[in-house]
């Protein structure tokens, strides 16, 4: 955030120097301004794709600002819009050696129409390159977002692990099932209501204690299935995971922090208001059960390229 700011905050000196020497100066005085051209934009995913320029003349003085700018609504963005500079800027103006550019564009939503075009400027303003168009890709997993209000667990135990734990956004805090009072044998489930019917094609769960493993394994989940009701009273099973999954510590793993275990029903998303994720067996065979975060998602799967 604050190296964002800094670079907005030079840009916008940098710019605002160009005009006031633009104002200040006769024309020939200040030369011309610079030529660049946009290259085509690549590695286009869900929420980023790069792109790039080159400088072909730098005009009557030296460059000052170089980057890229874009915007989904503007078909002509200017450093107005978002923008993401390149170079480092010297008492000689950015150098040659850096004319030539690519950069990455951050934070686009996913699905969306985007115009991209790059920029330079020098003492006599800014220009721009040819404009480019793109659209960002479907996300592979769109997440839905769950409260604890939508959640009702099989049985609950009342010391420690509350459901809320599920979607509280910290994967270190838990959900239990009861295990020393109203124990009831496997399945145990989590039900999810919905406002409204939605999309789920898989979810991904993260198991207690992964981040350490000081609790030990027993009661970690090891096979699910799903299942839907169109009244939130019959039930039907859509899909049963593989036995035996795999316990997963997340020491020095950041794909695992940031996605933890992930189980699609296999390419297909299935709609309804009400679904139960079911644990069917656990590690340690024991008759409770007990995991971390869970979310649940619409997937659309593709090839990243």
């Known amino acids: 955030m604050k190296k964002q700011k800094f670079a907005i905050w030079t840009l916008s000196f940098l710019l605002g120097a160009v005009l006031m020497l633009s104002f200040g100066c006769e024309k020939e005085e200040v030369g011309a301004s610079p030529e660049i051209s946009t290259a085509e934009v690549t590695e286009i995913l869900d929420y980023t794709a790069r792109c790039g320029g080159s400088v072909t003349t730098k005009g009557g003085s030296n460059i000052v600002a170089l980057g890229l700018c874009w915007s989904k609504d503007n078909p002509e963005p200017t ?64 997440y839905h977002t769950l409260t604890p209000d939508m959640l009702v667990t099989h049985t609950q135990c009342v010391w420690e692990g509350p459901k809320e734990a599920l979607c509280d956004g910290d994967i270190t805090t838990y959900w239990h099932s009861s295990y020393d009072q109203d124990v009831q044998p496997l399945p145990h489930y989590v039900q999810i209501t919905f406002s409204e019917p939605k999309l789920v094609g898989g979810f991904a ?94 997937y659309y799967p593709r090839e990243l390229k």
């Not at 923008?83 to 951050?106: C, H, R, V």
Request: overall charge negative; glycine content about 8%; aromatic content about 16%.
């Open 79 to 142: 450093v107005e819009d978002t923008f993401e500079p390149s170079g480092d800027y010297t008492k000689e103006g950015i150098l040659e050696n850096e004319w030539q550019f690519e950069a990455t564009m951050k934070k686009l939503e996913y699905f969306t129409d985007y115009y991209v075009r790059a920029y330079a400027a020098n003492e006599a303003g800014v220009s721009y390159g040819e404009v480019k168009t793109f659209k960002t890709l479907m996300p592979e997993r769109i």
């Open 205 to 298: 769960y993260w198991h207690r204690d992964a981040i350490t493993g000081g609790h030990g394994r027993s009661g970690n989940p090891d096979q699910f299935d799903v299942q839907t009701s169109a009244d939130g009273t019959t039930w039907e099973t859509i899909w049963t995971s593989e036995p035996d999954l795999p316990f997963s510590i997340a020491v020095d793993d950041d794909t695992y922090v940031e996605q933890g275990n992930v189980l699609t029903f296999g390419g297909d998303n299935v709609s309804s208001k009400y679904f139960r994720i079911r644990v069917l067996s656990n590690m340690g065979d024991v008759n409770w059960t007990h995991f971390g975060e869970l979310k649940v998602f619409e």
